[in-house]
Each structure stands twice: as C-alpha cells, then as structure tokens.
C-alpha cells in the first residue's frame, strides 16, 4: 500500500483545513488509517484514527472537538478535517495504514505499517 497525504498549507488561528490521503491498492476497506503529526523539535503523535468501520473512530484529547476524521472506500482515501486551528497544531501530518480485523482500531505509532510523505500545516497566530 502507498499512501500520499495532500492538503497542508498555512492558515490563520480560528481557520479550517482539509487534508486528504490516498492510498494505492485493492484492499483498502480492510484497512484502519491514522493520522500523526510532529511538531518541529517534537515527538511523532498521534492524532486520530479511524477503523474499519467509519463508527469507529479515535481522537487525541488536543484535537477531539475540533478535528473529524472519515473515509471513502470507493475512493481509497482518508479525510482529516480541522476546524478551529491553533498556532499548536502547527507539524508535519503523517497518514498511516494498517491491516486490521473489524474490531481493532490501532492509535499507537508502532502499530501502523504502512505510512505517507508527510504534508506540512502551519498555523500563525
């Protein structure tokens, strides 16, 4: 699986964007997909997730609120919407994908096998 993330760019606090990732491949419904970000100077971190199925979904408490994940299989891609940015979320976003069973929806960075490029979000005060 290749996974290509698009969809950075800079925004002011209080704005909105979306970012997208596409993957390649046949089986991309029997995937959960992740988003993770790093801050510069920063750890990798998790962000959210998405299962198999699109009721489950996971947030990290700094975004839970503002940031909805969702995806369309007959597409192959994984939406990351942002609302109410903050200078705080300023990284590089990183999608990430895993083969899963229908009941497990992995948030931690080691369980993620297969990862994009990476699209940069820099959010100004």
């Known amino acids: 699986v290749q996974l290509q993330a698009f969809g950075g760019g800079s925004v002011q606090a209080g704005g909105s964007l979306k970012l997208s990732c596409a993957a390649s491949?046949?089986?991309?419904?029997?995937?959960?997909l992740g988003w993770f970000r790093q801050a510069p100077g920063k750890e990798r971190e998790f962000v959210t997730a998405?299962?198999?199925?699109?009721?489950?979904?996971y947030y990290a408490e700094s975004v839970k609120g503002r940031f909805t994940i969702s995806r369309d299989n007959d597409k192959k891609t994984v939406y990351l919407q942002m609302n109410s940015l903050k200078p705080e979320d300023t990284a590089v976003y990183y999608c990430?994908?895993?083969?899963?069973?229908?009941?497990?929806?992995?948030?931690?960075?080691?369980?993620?096998?297969?990862w994009g490029q990476g699209t940069e979000v820099t959010v100004s005060s």
């Open positions: 990430a994908a895993v083969e899963t069973i229908m009941t497990h929806t992995p948030i931690t960075e080691e369980d993620y096998r297969y």
């Open positions: 491949g046949r089986t991309f419904s029997r995937y959960s």
């Open positions: 998405i299962g198999r199925s699109s009721s489950s979904t």
